[in-house]
DNA sequence: ACTTGTATGTGCGTTGTCGCTCATATAAAA
DNA sequence: TTTTATATGAGCGACAACGCACATACAAGT
């Protein structure tokens, strides 16, 4: 496999885009550009954290493991923002794993390096505390739509969410991985997925989702994604918003 | 209604109580103590914060709501935490609201003084930080609790958070009042409540839900009641232990 | 070409929760 | 005491998601 970091940057993870001068000039001499292969473990659940990642192209999911081993995602992050919040928020670790969904780059920070600039109390502290706020909406807004909506609406969800990440419509994942994300059963998804191609809004074959009609899936979608997807442009739109299509 | 004040101290909050002799002394010329009364709304979703809480007696409700008008508790905060997190996020809102659901006492500290405390990076903002990450932990784990678990489940675990954060067993709410927090119709609340009773772990009448049998309940309970708890022992032990029983 | 592994489709019966309606019981107000 | 409001109990049918079992289809390797 080739090295494909060369045509990236930092600045294309938006928080680190929207650092001053001075933090970036700072910050780069420390960020490692990495690849996050599909898969990878970037952190264990309530393993101390030793580096914290901001994704470029990669896509990295929170998920949850219950006692009996099924599991469900609680949040996605990507170039929008920021993985390891343990590390500045004090705790060193939480209980949840962080694990790569689609494969692509990112730039690592050491859990020093990260402590330091945080330290700072610039422009850094204060986005990586904006996109915390913004995390934490979108796991309560987790929490509300798994109470309240079928799984068709949470599939729509989850796949618009990973386009706003994607740089591309297609997404390398299976129905039964699909359905360890939303924790449902794998059928349900089949389902759930086997309608929204019915309505031409997205296809798949063994292992490829691509989606087609975004205005479709924007219809079908519950308020969940708009809520998520505003509170975010409120944070984070200020520093950002230059950076969001 | 007299006041009760007299009789509190800020140090009954867990956060104010692991200050530094300097950070208390500093703060009780600012920190007004105040009756959070039954139902009372501390803000409302989007609605800019001017203060934050924190509880001493009082237990606080953060609620979602949707555009349905259902609503779904992601979270609660007691004596061992504080209301308002958007002011130091720097969100300065958040798409929720916080309601008072068990009336009794606290203190409130204004967004400028808050704001001043926080940024001398003392113990203070780590005491923050760290109940921030304990509480994105609550709210992670409603989000999966509401995905797998029973109404029977999850309503033993809110009664046992309650009872936490309670200085008594007796809890004045209603069943409709209870399906609001957890997101589910009244009569599930009623049927659950009902085989609780019969197991002898709790008993109510019109209104007022006594917690009978803590052991019982907490062999009842799914594991996110402990997963919750232990974080935020793990998070906030080292500072707050000495005044958890 | 053939085998093997994996991805998706389909069809059960079961359960939990839903929305709805109405009955009953208790508390508060008149 | 009587009336009124509210809290809880109970009984529908409907439906979404469950667990399970198995069929089919495609891909990769031998």
Redesign the interface.
Known sequence: MTKVLQSDDPKANYLLAALSEEEITRLSAVLQPVSLKLGMVLYESGEQLQDVYFPTTAIVSLL?I??NG?T?E?GITGNDGVVG??L????HT???RAVVQSGGTGYRLSSRALKAEF?Q?GIFQ?LL??Y??????Q??????C???HPIEKQLCRWLLINQDLLQHNELIMTHELIANML??RREGVSIAAGDLQKKGLIKYVRGTMTMLDRAGLEAEVC?CYE?VRN?YD??LGPYVSKFRQ
């Open positions: 949850y219950m006692e099924s469900a609680i919040i343990a500045f928020m004090g705790g939480t209980p949840n330290d109390a204060k505390l904006l915390t706020q913004a995390l934490m909406t796991i309560s807004q987790t929490a509300v798994n109470r309240l924790g449902v308020e809520v509170e409120r944070l």
